[in-house]
């Protein structure tokens, strides 16, 4: 399936390639033009931004919360009834160690609030808030994609292991402009055009 957009491509691999080019140059711009920096970390209203800015040219569901259920593989994410009550709950988590903000990061990844691209904006929403409580962020290219893909799979239940792998891939370089567009990249080598199954409501 397809996902309607404003460019009207009808193509899924076209879609994805423009969707990659179009939103990797946003997300640079939105770190250079210190934008990011101006949201406060944690909240909903930050993650929305962040979605519209990096989505805003492709698809008119930019920065709004998603109105149809979703599941990827054999895992469905937070019904859309309920999913705005789970989003106020999630902003409401405290955010103090980086114990708290991993758990609230597993929260908001099984929200899902988003039809595409709930990996790349979730990520950069992760390390604006360690960067802003812990003064640290993660270097994406120390984390192996598999075993996050698994620790993903399994942090609903057991966080431990999502918590070890970030942690180990903590860094200081809170203004690293490389740092930062390495985890854009590793967004879409893990993420890339989502294949998630849809329910309209």
Do not use: C
Not at 180 to 193: N, P, R
């Amino acid at each position: 399936m397809i996902l309607e957009n404003k460019l009207h491509i009808t193509d899924s691999a076209e879609l994805a390639r423009i969707e990659e080019k179009t939103s990797k140059k946003k997300a640079a711009l939105l770190f250079e033009s210190g934008y990011l920096f101006t949201l406060k970390a944690g909240t909903i209203e930050s993650l929305l931004k962040i979605h519209e800015y990096l989505f805003d040219e492709i698809y008119d569901f930019a920065g709004k919360v998603r109105e149809t259920n979703i599941s990827k593989g054999n895992f469905r994410f937070a019904p859309a009834l309920y999913l705005y009550a789970a989003l106020e709950n999630i902003e409401k988590m405290p955010q103090k160690s980086f114990d708290e903000i991993v758990e609230k990061y597993v929260e908001m990844n099984i929200a899902h609030p988003f039809r595409e691209g709930n990996g790349r904006s979730t990520r950069i929403w992760l390390d604006l808030i360690l960067s802003r409580e812990l003064h640290m962020v993660v270097d994406w290219s120390k984390v192996d994609k598999e075993d996050y893909l698994l620790a993903m799979e399994r942090s609903p239940i057991k966080d431990i292991e999502i918590k070890y792998l970030l942690k180990a891939a903590l860094t200081d370089e809170t203004d690293s402009r490389e740092i930062y567009m390495k985890g854009i990249d590793y967004s879409y080598y893990y993420e890339g055009y989502a294949t998630y199954k849809t329910e309209e409501l």
